[in-house]
């Protein structure tokens, strides 16, 4: 399976750079016809929160939910919530959300973790046995 952090998905959705859409585009799009695309619920609502934030019209805000909510989504639970705190005891608190994405990450046994966010993961790949690819 291959995890997607938030800022792919924002990046597949929004042209805020285009290098980064096109990168966005063609990863996400080859993992969904392989049948190795996973997000969690963090993901949808950090994705949310930033299209908010981006200041898109709620209706499209609605349609991009939608379908990644169509697309192999997982939740996340109290044993995710429990890695997620390890690793933040490492790297800082301040960073909880992306621990918990990589605590999901590595609870599904996920081949590739794809980001942008150079600097947290960075850390977080000291910790955590996933290939986490920054982009």
Known sequence: M????SDVIFNYIVIQDPVKHEQANQLILE???QDQFVIS?????????????FELKS?????ELDYLLSLNITSVHKAHLS???QLSETIGFKHINDCLHAAV???LNCDVF????KSDFRRIQKVSPLDIIIL
């Open 41 to 53: 619920t963090l993901v949808i609502q950090e994705v949310g929160y930033g299209l908010a934030r």
């Open 2 to 5: 291959q995890y997607f952090d």
């Open 105 to 107: 990450a590595e609870s």
């Open 31 to 33: 993992a969904i016809a």
């Open 114 to 117: 794809y980001t942008y966010n």
């Open 83 to 85: 890695r997620a705190l």
């Open 59 to 63: 209706d499209l805000i609605k349609y």
